[in-house]
T-cell receptor, first 111, second 112 residues
C-alpha cells in the first residue's frame, strides 16, 4: 500500500507570493491533517479534514487555508507569504481517530 | 501555551543501554498519547501509542509509560541501537478532538 505523498518536495518563493501544497493520503484514509514544523517549535497543527469538511483548526492566521477533495486528497494554500512561513509542511492521514501516518513533507523557503 | 513539553532537547546514550525520553502535558482532557520518530528529510514515523486507561504499553524494544497523576509519559528503548538515533516527538489528543498536539522533540544519539 502506497504511503502518504506530498508534492512538491521543495519550493522556493518570495515574500508576498502565494503557494499551494498537495497531499495524497494512504488509500482508504479519509482524515488528513496538516502541520508546520520549524526549528525549536516542534509540529504545529494547522488543520484537519475529514470527508471534505474541516473539523479542527489550529492557531494560524487566515492566510493559511486548506481543502479536501472527494477522493480525500488535500491541498493547503498560504497567501501573502512572509519570511516566517519558511518551514517544513507535513501532511498526515489516518483511517479513523487514531495514529497518523506522515508524508515526507514539503520544504518551503521564502526569500 | 505549550500543552505538551519535551524538556530535554537532546540525549546521548551508549549502544546497548536504555534510552529514556520524557514528555509532560498540562491538559487533563488528553486521553491518547503517541510517540513518533523522525529522521532528517523524512516525515515522522509512528512508534507506539497508549490510551489513558492504561499505564504501560510495550512493543518489542519500545515501552511507553503513562503517569496520569503526574501528567507525564516516557518512552523506554531497550537496548538502544545506533539506528535509533533520530528526533523523537510525543503527541497527545483528547477524545473530543481530532487535533494532535506535539512536543518540540528530543534528539536521541546512540553512540556505538
Amino acid at each position: 500500500k502506497a504511503g502518504v505523498t506530498q508534492t512538491p518536495r521543495y519550493l522556493i518563493k518570495t515574500r508576498g507570493q502565494q503557494v499551494t501544497l498537495s497531499c495524497s493520503p494512504i488509500s482508504g484514509h479519509r482524515s488528513v491533517s496538516w502541520y508546520q514544523q520549524t526549528p525549536g517549535q516542534g509540529l504545529q497543527f494547522l488543520f484537519e479534514y475529514f470527508s471534505e469538511t474541516q473539523r479542527n483548526k489550529g492557531n494560524f492566521p487566515g492566510r493559511f487555508s486548506g481543502r479536501q477533495f472527494s477522493n480525500s486528497r488535500s491541498e493547503m494554500n498560504v497567501s501573502t507569504l512572509e519570511l516566517g512561513d519558511s518551514a517544513l509542511y507535513l501532511c498526515a492521514s489516518s483511517l479513523a481517530n487514531n495514529e497518523q501516518f506522515f508524508g515526507p513533507g514539503t520544504r518551503l523557503t521564502v526569500l | 501555551d505549550q500543552q505538551v513539553k519535551q524538556n530535554s532537547p537532546s540525549l546521548s546514550v551508549q549502544e546497548g543501554r536504555i534510552s529514556i525520553l520524557n514528555c509532560d502535558y498540562t491538559n487533563s482532557m488528553f486521553d491518547y498519547f503517541l510517540w513518533y520518530k523522525k529522521y532528517p528529510a523524512e516525515g515522522p514515523t509512528f512508534l507506539i501509542s497508549i490510551s489513558s486507561i492504561k499505564d504501560k504499553n510495550e512493543d518489542g524494544r519500545f515501552t511507553v509509560f503513562l503517569n496520569k497523576s503526574a501528567k507525564h509519559l516516557s518512552l523506554h528503548i531497550v537496548p538502544s541501537q545506533p539506528g535509533d538515533s533520530a528526533v523523537y516527538f510525543c503527541a497527545a489528543k483528547g477524545s473530543e478532538t481530532y487535533k494532535y498536539i506535539f512536543g518540540t522533540g528530543t534528539r536521541l544519539k546512540v553512540l556505538a
